[in-house]
């Protein structure tokens, strides 16, 4: 499988699809995206989809690990 895109892919993502990925990243459900973003968890779905395809990954975890990898999401080494 290839690493999650190459930069110039990210670049590729929408405003709204970053803000998807950024909730991704700290673990949020498409559901309580769906609600932190006022839109439909079908549109969550779509966004997701849209992700996966211009970053070429396949699964939530390597969206998560892209969010962390563009600064989207900061890792607490401590957990706090």
């Excluded at 895109?5 to 700290?26: F, M, P, Q, Y």
């Excluded at 969550?44 to 390597?62: A, E, F, G, M």
Aim: positive net charge; aromatic residues 4%; hydrophobic residues 40%.
């Amino acid at each position: 499988m290839p690493r999650p895109g190459r930069k110039a892919r990210w670049g590729e993502l929408s405003a709204r699809e970053l803000e998807v990925l950024t909730l991704i990243g700290r673990g949020r459900s498409n559901d309580e995206i769906a609600k932190a973003l006022f839109i439909s968890p079908h549109t969550v779905k779509n966004h997701v989809s849209s992700i996966y395809r211009k970053l070429t990954i396949r699964d939530r975890t390597h969206a998560a690990l892209a969010a962390i990898r563009m600064g989207l999401v900061r890792v607490d080494p401590d957990g706090e």
